[in-house]
């Protein structure tokens, strides 16, 4: 430490530097020049996005350091500078900057009402950045050292991948060299020389990151984009993952070979990076590095293990380009890959299953629930129908108007209706408001109209039937004019389902369940499974009849329950098929 003077860091100090040694609060300012009870501020290193940078003395370790210092207010400014603290504080590997415990800090002020200033004290890394570098090689950097930087930074992304972070923002400027700067690089020196990442105010933790005594939630995510390195998801703001860095790695490794920032070597039409033809790069080294920067994450390297493994056969061969690898070592290598994909296959196998598992075990709760209250409600709209029409008088009101008015609104239609009509409308009243009432198939709860369109259903249905009876099979003969008479059991569902408020692709819906409930109904008839009175809407409902009531409740509770157990077949099977063929 050779400075004989301190350097105050409060952004709107006048006349910052050459304070005295030994002084606790700046002339200018008023300041605090001994920040923590520990670190003296010596000079500015300069600014940098939100923050500026000070090489301090450390009294405690009697060694220099960095400080960063956030200038700018904003909150997400002091989001992202609080995350680098947290991503700092708790990674020990000698490829990131060492933070202590202590390291991050609020400064304050001799005068409270101008806030505080955080800070954060990091390891000083003496060395150039890789963009340093490149600038004195514009040409393009040898392709054994960007060989030997790209396996140190894999190292380092196995150590923040494993802590389930990722760094997204890789670039030459955010990679440094663990050496003097002004000494000229040769081949040996590279390979001896420790990569360092820094810059983790742009990196993301899955999931919370423990900010010590100041705050334990999960942070809110921050999209951050780097031109020419960063990779289509993290641009569009999607998930990021691994494979988010390896595209950023990739082509920082692409821009160091060719000495051209990417952005300048992106197809316009394609989008895919043309670079093949600007440098002199071993076949398998740049496979590779395409492989990492594909457009689709799921077609890069999925760890930095898988990488690692290609850059060690790649070595190999550089050293020996002329000895055949043996077929013992060619055995291991292919062994390797496979195991690693093996790996990849069985962790999306089993996620898969997961996933699978539980959509299964949602839609088998889910459709039961729906079936049960879909039962419940069409037995009690059965009943108290049943009771009205047997023991109020209106049922013979409601024959009486059907046969004066029908005639008159459907002068050409053969329909005979009566009593019944009460029945059919209750018992769809109360299928209807049963199934939206289980809130299942992620329906929006509209009672009124799901209530109206199981009157609607119900007695459309049962109108059908008797119109088909009516107007005889059509020429139909066998399984044909037996699926026909089951089309009204299909039509009554369909208008249940247009009701319940499904909030995608209603129309498609309603028409699967159309054509499931009618196959079902037809699979009843044709195998004998229930008695055929319970195979028809009731008819000629007036008098008392304890047969024919065990018949409507028999019906009305089957074709509620199909019409659920079918809703939830479509719901969890047949549109999800669906979609994925329409892809």
Same mark, same amino acid.
């Given at each position: 430490? +050779? ?45 940098? *996005? ?52 202590? *390291? ?35 040409? @393009? ?70 900010? @010590? ?14 031109? @020419? ?33 990417? *952005? ?112 419940? @409600? ?14 109020? *008088? ?78 005889? +099979? ?110």
């Amino acid at each position: 430490m +050779n400075s004989p003077t301190i350097h105050c860091i409060n952004p709107q100090c006048s006349h910052p530097s050459h304070q005295p040694w030994g002084n606790k609060f700046c002339q200018s300012c008023g300041a605090p020049l001994q920040l923590n009870q520990r670190y003296i501020p010596l000079h500015s290193l300069g600014s940098g *996005g939100f923050s500026r940078l000070y090489t301090v003395w450390d009294l405690k370790t009697q060694t220099e350091k960095v400080l960063k210092v956030l200038v700018e207010p904003s909150p997400k400014a002091l989001e992202l500078f609080e995350q680098e603290a947290a991503v700092l504080s708790q990674l020990r590997h000698r490829g990131v900057p060492r933070v202590e415990a202590e *390291g991050y800090f609020y400064l304050k002020k001799r005068n409270a009402t101008d806030g505080h200033l955080p800070c954060l004290v990091m390891e000083k890394i003496h060395g150039p950045t890789l963009q340093e570098i490149l600038n004195q090689y514009p040409q @393009g950097c040898p392709e054994d050292w960007v060989i030997s930087w790209l396996s140190q930074a894999l190292d380092i992304l196995r150590e923040l991948h494993g802590y389930q972070i990722i760094h997204r923002d890789i670039k030459p400027s955010n990679l440094m060299l663990r050496m003097t700067p002004h000494l000229p690089l040769n081949t040996t020196q590279v390979w001896d020389t420790q990569l360092v990442m820094i810059d983790f105010g742009g990196a993301k933790q899955i999931g919370s990151i423990a900010h @010590g005594d100041r705050e334990s939630t999960p942070r809110s995510t921050t999209r951050l984009v780097s031109a @020419g390195y960063s990779p289509p998801e993290q641009v569009i703001g999607s998930m990021v993952a691994p494979a988010t860095d390896f595209y950023a790695l990739g082509r920082t490794c692409i821009h160091l070979l060719t000495g051209q920032f990417p *952005g300048e070597l992106d197809d316009r039409l394609t989008m895919e990076l043309r670079w093949r033809d600007k440098a002199q790069v071993s076949p398998g080294f740049a496979h590779l590095l395409d492989r990492m920067v594909q457009l689709d994450p799921r077609q890069r390297p999925q760890t930095a293990t898988e990488i690692q493994t290609d850059i060690f056969r790649i070595i190999r061969q550089k050293k020996h380009p002329r000895r055949m690898i043996s077929s013992h070592q060619r055995l291991l290598d292919n062994l390797k890959k496979t195991l690693i994909q093996w790996d990849r296959g069985l962790i999306q196998l089993v996620l898969g299953l997961g996933k699978l598992t539980v959509h299964c075990v949602r839609g088998v709760v889910e459709t039961s629930w729906e079936m049960t209250l879909g039962v419940i @409600g069409s037995i009690i709209g059965t009943v108290i129908g049943s009771m009205l029409v047997y023991f109020s *008088g209106l049922g013979e009101i409601i024959t009486l108007f059907l046969a004066q008015e029908l005639p008159r609104l459907l002068p050409n239609v053969p329909l005979t209706l009566g009593a019944e009509v009460l029945v059919w409308g209750l018992a769809g009243l109360g299928t209807g408001i049963g199934l939206t009432d289980a809130g299942g198939f992620n329906q929006r709860r509209r009672y009124a109209l799901a209530g109206i369109m199981g009157i609607l259903g119900y007695s459309v249905g049962g109108a059908s039937e008797q119109l088909i009876h009516q107007f005889g +099979n059509l020429g139909l003969q066998g399984r044909e004019l037996d699926l026909l008479n089951q089309l009204p059991f299909g039509i009554a569902a369909a208008l249940v389902t247009l009701g319940l408020g499904l909030r995608s692709e209603q129309l498609v819906q309603g028409l699967f369940v159309l054509l499931t409930v009618t196959t079902l109904f037809f699979g009843f008839t044709q195998f004998d499974l229930l008695p055929p009175e319970m195979l028809k809407f009731p008819t000629g409902i007036q008098q008392p009849n304890l047969a024919q009531f065990w018949q409507s409740l028999g019906f009305m509770a089957l074709l509620s329950g199909t019409t659920a157990f079918c809703l939830g077949m479509t719901h969890y099977l047949i549109l999800p098929v669906f979609r994925w063929f329409s892809r």
